[in-house]
């Protein structure tokens, strides 16, 4: 078993294992001992769950680490959780091999009513089957190889996002249809036949002998699960019967990824549902008859915690013994506690499941073509080799001949144009040979076998339409799309089914590119240097991209891409280029018409990886308005030229009535300058008459005025010598007064 190896408990060396508390130690102590205690445990539970995630995830083959009596208790769990899961898919099974033999028209001998009777199968399922192919697989697989795209989740403002993932799908459309061996190919045949049987798986997972990721076809009767399985995802056991040579077996045995020292004996004959219907042939014992080798993805308890752990594992169906068990898990999937212990594993998943018809009853085997139009194939098949026999009854006619007649009695053989002989009478024969009574053909049932095949059709979408013939001459086209359009309801919505699960798909092995992804080979496919490689590391970073298919669901037909194209185009002729880039217009155009290299036809989309910007043609109406302005301005010009013309010369004329009137007058004016002249002169003269007047008058009346001042000057002196004389007189009078009267009081005094 896995298990890790016991640990001694950690502690003092001579501390018995109930610590200071049984020392007598403080409490303080005692809880700081406990609480060191107690993360030792921690740190020990994880280090243990560690060593067990170590050893099951890093080994090849948990087996070896397993004892032979724990390996045989799991080898019968197994076994019998396998054959469980057989018994509950039988019934169909049976049906799936029955309905593979209409669409294979593989040709059986009867013996009913008479030996090697009309044993004809109508090609109703192999019909619907092809049909069905044909349109899906170009649809989902598209000429140009465009098959996956990124799909980017929150804002985008720079484009990083966009361009990061164009190279996502770049590289895993390179991946598919290059790396992936056989991957176009199988979903070729996953095609054809999951519209027979009604469901197909791939495996997808990484392969260390040949170093690259792997998506393979598993057949569904090599696929078993219980029937009432919902969901694969949540399946709890799922079986893929391996057949593997001897020799295989062997080189497993020494690259040690099966047990060395198991013995297998010798290989038994392979039995099976589809042998035993007739479809596949025996194969006689020899050293290439395979081994029937049971892959099961189960899950064990290998720890013995409790709890089962998902796992791998390999046992030979005839001996029942295990070849190998591995980890179906990854340490980022396992959910542990907070003790460090597993709460919960996220397997992983490796098979996907391709879905044709969900099954009615709610159980995990879908419907095919086969289950739904088998028992209508049967039914065809059986009027039509009725009204086969009922003609090869009534063309070859049997009877009764009677003893009387003389000829010799057997098998009488006849040619064309061959008469005999006989030894007896017209009458005799007739009388002597009775026809058995037989019928021709039922015209009822011929109605019958009529509605039967139109019934059949319209269930399968097969409608003459649909399989290229064309309508009447008087159907109008919109009628045809449209039934077109209704008859194709079915395949759409079984196209989405596939749709989804090529989307599964893709993210496993987009899951797969984050793990295991060759940067030489990523940037050697992409044209970039390392330089710009180192910018995006994180190209597979699962949390931020999502991948899906590129195929159109709804797009079944080249039919309806080009004429959503040619819509597309006429919206953006009717809008114009501002509402609709050309460029983006135009890739969308090409990509429809699966142009092989269309990055060449668009600009900038070669040297850049985005288109440049094209310049929309101009439109008509606006270049007949141009055309009409541009001669209306020629028109204009020519009229303005006129018309400067006339102003140049009514110029010219004005000028020269202008100059003449000019001259006559300069010349008045000069007549008129010398009349001044002579005026002023005269009047010059006369001012200096004038003059000569005034200055006469001035002197005369200088001289009055001098004469007038002189006569005032004189009376003004002699009035002032009057004055002074007066005032004389005055002082002399106050003077002999003032002494008179100063006599008096010296006078007064005395006495």
């Not at 408990?9 to 200071?20: E, R």
């Not at 391996?242 to 060395?260: H, Q």
């Not at 959503?564 to 114009?576: I, R, S, T, V």
């Amino acid at each position: 078993m896995v298990n890790a190896p016991p640990q001694q408990p950690q502690g003092q060396p001579g501390m018995p294992m109930g610590g200071p508390q049984q020392m007598g130690q403080p409490p303080q102590m005692q809880a700081q001992f406990a609480q060191q205690q107690q993360e030792q445990q921690e740190e020990q539970a994880q280090d243990e769950a560690e060593n067990q995630f170590d050893i099951a995830l890093q080994s090849v083959n948990l087996a070896e680490k397993i004892d032979d009596d724990k390996l045989r208790e799991i080898a019968e769990e197994c076994f019998k959780g396998y054959e469980d899961d057989e018994t509950s898919r039988k019934m169909w099974i049976m049906a799936t091999a029955e309905w593979l033999k209409l669409a294979g028209q593989v040709t059986e001998k009867k013996t009913y009513p008479w030996p090697d009777a009309s044993n004809i199968k109508f090609p109703l399922i192999s019909t619907a089957a092809m049909q069905f192919s044909a349109r899906a697989y170009p649809s989902l697989v598209p000429a140009d190889g465009n098959i996956v795209q990124a799909q980017i989740w929150g804002n985008d403002p720079d484009g990083s996002k966009t361009d990061t993932g164009n190279r996502i799908g770049k590289y895993m459309s390179w991946q598919l249809m290059q790396d992936l061996d056989y991957w176009e190919e199988d979903m070729d045949k996953l095609l054809l036949q999951i519209s027979v049987v009604g469901m197909m798986h791939k495996k997808t997972y990484y392969c260390k002998v040949t170093d690259k990721i792997q998506s393979t076809l598993v057949y569904p009767e090599n696929f078993v699960v219980d029937y009432w399985t919902t969901c694969l995802e949540d399946c709890e056991r799922i079986s893929e019967i391996l057949w593997m040579s001897k020799n295989k077996v062997e080189e497993k045995k020494r690259s040690g990824e099966y047990l060395k020292d198991v013995e297998l004996g010798d290989p038994q004959t392979p039995e099976s549902s589809m042998l035993d219907q007739g479809l596949k042939p025996k194969r006689t014992l020899d050293w290439t008859t395979p081994y029937k080798i049971i892959e099961q993805h189960t899950w064990l308890d290998l720890n013995e915690d409790g709890l089962r752990e998902p796992y791998i594992v390999t046992f030979d169906h005839g001996s029942k013994k295990i070849l190998r068990i591995s980890a179906r898990y990854t340490k980022d999937g396992v959910k542990l506690n907070e003790k460090q212990k597993p709460i919960s594993y996220e397997p992983v998943h490796y098979y996907t499941k391709f879905g044709f018809i969900p099954n009615p009853d709610g159980s995990y085997y879908d419907y095919g073509f086969g289950h739904l139009l088998g028992p209508i194939n049967e039914g065809i098949n059986t009027i039509l080799n009725q009204m086969i026999d009922a003609g090869t009854l009534s063309n070859m006619q049997v009877g009764f001949i009677g003893k009387g007649l003389r000829m010799k009695m057997g098998t009488s053989a006849f040619q064309p144009g061959e008469w005999k002989a006989v030894n007896a009478t017209g009458d005799d024969l007739r009388k002597q040979i009775v026809p058995l009574p037989t019928k021709e053909p039922s015209n009822v049932l011929f109605q019958l076998l009529g509605m039967l095949v139109t019934s059949g059709k319209e269930l399968a979408s097969v409608a003459e339409i649909f399989t290229g013939k064309m309508p009447g001459q008087n159907t109008p086209a919109t009628t045809t799309m449209a039934t077109i359009e209704q008859g194709m309801k079915v395949f759409t919505a079984i196209y989405k089914r596939v749709y989804r699960s090529l989307a599964k798909e893709y993210k496993k092995i987009f899951k797969l590119n984050s793990y295991y992804l060759d940067k030489d080979t990523y940037i050697a496919i992409l044209g970039q240097d390392q330089a710009q490689a180192a910018l995006n590391p994180g190209d597979f970073d699962q949390d931020v991209y999502d991948v899906c298919p590129t195929a159109d669901p709804t797009a079944t037909t080249q039919t309806e891409k080009l004429m959503k194209a040619q819509a597309l185009m006429e919206l953006m002729q009717a809008f114009g280029p501002t509402a609709m880039p050309m460029e983006k217009v135009l890739i969308r155009v090409l990509q429809a018409q699966e142009q092989p290299n269309w990055q060449e036809l668009v600009p900038g989309m070669q040297q850049t990886g985005q288109p440049q910007p094209i310049q929309p043609p101009p439109d008509p109406k606006i270049m007949a308005i141009q055309a009409k302005a541009k001669a209306e301005q020629a028109k204009m010009l020519m009229q303005q030229q006129q018309a400067q013309q006339e102003m140049q010369n009514d110029q010219q004329s004005h000028q020269e009535e202008l100059q003449f009137k000019q001259a006559e007058h300069q010349m008045d004016m000069q007549m008129k300058q010398q009349e001044m002249q002579v005026n002023a002169q005269v009047a010059h003269a006369d001012m200096q008459v004038q003059m000569a007047k005034a200055q006469q008058q001035a002197v005369q009346n200088q001289q009055v005025h001098q004469q007038t001042l002189q006569q005032n000057d004189q009376a003004h002196q002699a009035t002032m010598e009057q004055t002074k004389e007066a005032a004389k007189t005055k002082n002399e009078v106050l003077k002999s007064t003032a002494q008179q009267k100063k006599t008096s009081s010296s006078g007064n005094k005395t006495k």
